[in-house]
């Protein structure tokens, strides 16, 4: 399975104004949030990267991006629908292809050489399949992040595969449905902020979304651990929710 495009949702209310932050490294390097973004994609080895924003935020990303604007395509997502229009609304820039989702309010610090989004991309494409990135996270952030539970398939490379998908679970909920083995007491998989996935999801979305009424992503993903192998990945990194 080739990984060729990728997606950053950067429409969201928080997203929209985050991911144009001006952020200075150690160096004392000046680089917007999105730029950041850009860069670790890249990494990773894809070139084609779409980024969802709001109507008329297009020359402020484009601003953003510096010297990467011209790799980017934008999608507008004409109205505020959630976090699943948005990924609904790539669709067509994705096609039939698998995909790198990022989302716009999140940057990744690897502790490796390999960036988090190189790490996933390699895994997902070594398993070919569906792969989240997940973090162990105490139940305290529980209402923060979506959550997943299943069986560990790989210690070494941890991996796990996905049975449940959970938007930030009760610690109660957690402990019913999400204990994982080798997790401490108290600790769950918790979402990255990033994704590689099938195409299959996009025809998830488009279902939900024809059969009316509110559509969440975890539902999708949800959906997506029936329909075909999809797994879950502890990077060697830590996501910074910004």
Do not use: W
């Not at 080739?2 to 929209?16: D, V």
């Not at 019913?176 to 007491?185: D, F, T």
Request: one cysteine or more.
């Amino acid at each position: 399975m080739e990984i060729k495009k990728a997606i950053i949702t950067a429409a969201g209310k928080n997203q929209r104004t985050l991911s144009l932050q001006s952020l200075v490294d150690r160096d004392g390097t000046g680089k917007t949030a999105l730029a950041i973004l850009v860069e670790e994609i890249l990494r990773a080895g894809i070139g084609a990267i779409g980024v969802v924003i709001s109507p008329g935020d297009e020359a402020a990303y484009r601003a953003a991006a510096g010297a990467h604007a011209g790799r980017l395509t934008f999608i507008v997502q004409p109205e505020p629908l959630g976090y699943a229009h948005a990924i609904h609304c790539a669709a067509g820039f994705c096609g039939d292809d698998a995909f790198l989702l990022l989302v716009g309010d999140h940057l990744y610090l690897s502790a490796t050489q390999k960036g988090c989004a190189q790490q996933l991309v390699e895994t997902a494409q070594a398993e070919n399949c569906s792969v989240s990135a997940v973090q162990s996270t105490h139940e305290s952030k529980l209402p923060y992040y979506g959550a997943v539970g299943g069986m560990l398939v790989h210690a070494a490379r941890r991996l796990y595969e996905v049975s449940t998908v959970l938007e930030k679970p009760t610690p109660t909920e957690a402990e019913q449905k999400l204990v994982v083995p080798g997790q401490r007491a108290g600790y769950y998989l918790c979402f990255f902020g990033m994704h590689v996935l099938t195409p299959a999801v996009h025809k998830i979305l488009h279902y939900l979304f024809a059969a009316g009424g509110p559509v969440n992503f975890r539902a999708a993903l949800a959906a997506l651990a029936v329909q075909e192998r999809y797994l879950a990945c502890e990077l060697e990194g830590r996501r910074y929710d910004f």
